[in-house]
């Protein structure tokens, strides 16, 4: 069976947005359970900059969860802050269910081989608990929601890894047992990782298949997926289809939001 990926209008109600989105990809009942805590993993590589995932797609992501018996935000340390600190740009979403996780002070882990070196990964990351990534929409031969694994990564400094990313992402990919739920946050469209060139485009796409996301997603943008090196392997592996021919996009017309999308790159330069 083809995996789903919803793409949706998010106007001024992100809610009813996002429940379309699910809703079109067959709902979320088996990860919205009493018995399963969620970690939602936001892409945050620097919390001075816009480049994240909006608060209120955040927040409007998290009330998805209602039967969770608990959902953590989490983040890890880098060298632009801490993990509680970049979480902090999601404060009004904290509550007594909703609470931040920093990856990197969890004394309770689980090693694992990563790119051929022993890891260890805060115990909150491993199933049965549901793993949600979010990132923004982006132009990154990187990627997106996938990318976002490296901030699994406990340790501040992470640049010793980039020469192997592709190896790091996909096994602690394998490592915690697959994103569960993988959305992408096209409020604005990033020239870049590192770019605050933005423009507004209120799409939002969500699958239960990270690499079909992280293709429509950089299909959308104007890249080719097909030559993404983390999609590649990632098929190689058998973790999810980065083919757009085997994948079913549902909702919004995906070639409409993607002349859309260039249209207003276009005009604003971004």
Same mark, same amino acid.
């Given at each position: 069976m083809a995996p789903r990926v919803a793409i949706v209008k998010v106007g001024n109600d992100t809610d009813a947005g996002l429940l379309r989105a699910l809703k079109l990809i067959g709902g979320i009942d088996d990860l919205n359970s009493r018995k399963r805590p969620v970690v939602v993993k936001p892409g945050i590589f620097d919390h001075r900059k816009p480049n994240h995932p909006t608060v209120r797609v955040v927040d409007s992501l998290v009330r998805r969860f209602g039967k969770a018996p608990k959902i953590f935000l989490a983040?890890?340390?880098? =060298?632009?802050g801490t993990g509680t600190e970049r979480l902090g740009i999601y404060k009004k979403v904290f509550s007594r269910?909703? $609470?931040?996780?920093? @990856?990197?002070?969890?004394?309770e882990t689980k090693e694992v081989k990563i790119a051929g070196e022993k890891m260890p990964l805060s115990h909150v990351l491993f199933k049965p608990n549901v793993l949600v990534s979010i990132h #923004? @929409?982006?132009?990154y031969d990187r990627g997106a929601v996938v990318k976002n694994l490296f901030g699994l990564v406990p340790v501040r400094e992470k640049a010793r890894l980039h020469g192997k990313l592709t190896t790091v992402l996909l096994d602690l990919y394998e490592a915690v047992g697959g994103i569960d739920l993988a959305v992408l946050?096209? $409020?604005? #469209? =990033?020239a870049s990782p590192s770019s605050q060139r933005k423009v507004k485009t209120n799409v939002m796409l969500v699958g239960r298949?990270?690499?079909? #996301?992280?293709a429509v997603g950089a299909s959308l943008i104007g890249m080719k997926p097909e030559k993404m090196t983390v999609i590649k392997e990632a098929m190689k592996r058998g973790l999810g289809e980065g083919d757009l021919s085997k994948i079913e996009v549902v909702g919004s017309s995906f070639e409409k939001t993607k002349a859309e999308i260039a249209r207003k790159r276009k005009l604003s330069g971004a």
């Open positions: 983040e890890s340390d880098n =060298y632009r269910k909703v $609470t931040p996780f920093n @990856l990197s002070e969890d004394t #923004v @929409l982006r132009r946050d096209g $409020t604005y #469209v =990033y298949d990270a690499i079909a #996301v992280e």
